[in-house]
């Protein structure tokens, strides 16, 4: 496609409740990344694939929080019993190879609202 | 955790002015980029320097980085209400540690 799609655009959740995150990368881009932001605040670093591989899941907040990209491309955020916590917009990237220096593209985002 | 520091948090200037962007990081990196956000959207990328690079432009955007001092500068010529957004830097090694700061919230008035 375009550009890095993210489904649903905006989601609002009561606390306790599981959602999925998509994100459809741009067509071809190895790379893809998922980021956390928080209102005011600048995009936090979640995890990142390589292909289907995900290597490094350290940002993920708790094991609530899972990802994956089985078949690498498109790839699925989920969370679990949702806290309010959680609130904030998830913004899913791509990039075309993992070499340094490869401009990442970013989605417009999914806004989560936990109440 | 982040790893640049945008400065100042806030910026308000007058169409016309320049606005001018500091990003301080404290790891070693191979590249620094520039992306802007505006209000309710994702992250458009700005520009990208390598750590062998000094300086570089890409239309009104003129970027510097000193890694001797860990920072980077954006500045902005000749701004435009267009340009109000907020404007972050992102570090990283490789492509998958790229780290954001806090960001610059630039407003520009007509």
């Known amino acids: 496609g375009a550009g890095v799609s993210q489904s649903p655009r905006y989601k609002v959740a009561k606390r306790g409740q599981d959602v999925a995150l998509r994100c459809d990368p741009i067509?071809?881009?190895?790379?893809l990344f998922w980021y956390q932001q928080a209102l005011g605040q600048g995009p936090e670093f979640l995890t990142y694939?390589?292909?289907?591989?995900?290597?490094?899941k350290s940002g993920l907040p708790s094991d609530r929080f899972f990802a994956e990209r089985p078949e690498g491309s498109v790839s699925t955020l989920k969370i679990q019993r949702t806290q309010q916590e959680d609130s904030a917009v998830y913004l899913c990237?791509?990039?075309?190879?993992?070499?340094?220096?490869?401009?990442?593209?970013f989605g417009e985002g999914s806004w989560l609202t936990v109440v | 955790s982040q790893q640049g520091e945008e400065d100042p948090q806030a910026l308000s200037i007058q169409e016309g002015e320049n606005a001018t962007m500091n990003c301080s990081y404290k790891?070693?990196?191979?590249?620094l980029q520039w992306y802007r956000q505006n209000s309710g959207r994702g992250l458009v990328h700005l520009i990208l320097?390598?750590?062998?690079?000094r300086e570089k432009h890409s239309g009104r955007l003129r970027v510097t980085l000193d890694t001797s001092k860990k920072s980077s500068s954006l500045l902005i010529t000749a701004s435009r209400a267009a340009d109000t957004a907020s404007y972050f830097c992102?570090?990283?090694?490789?492509?998958?540690?790229?780290?954001f700061g806090a960001g610059t919230r630039l407003t520009v008035k007509p």
């Open positions: 990237a791509s990039s075309f190879d993992r070499g340094y220096g490869n401009t990442i593209y």
């Open positions: 067509s071809g881009h190895v790379s």
């Open positions: 694939f390589q292909n289907e591989a995900q290597l490094d």
């Open positions: 790891t070693s990196i191979n590249n």
């Open positions: 320097i390598r750590s062998n690079e």
């Open positions: 992102a570090t990283g090694y490789n492509n998958n540690d790229m780290r």
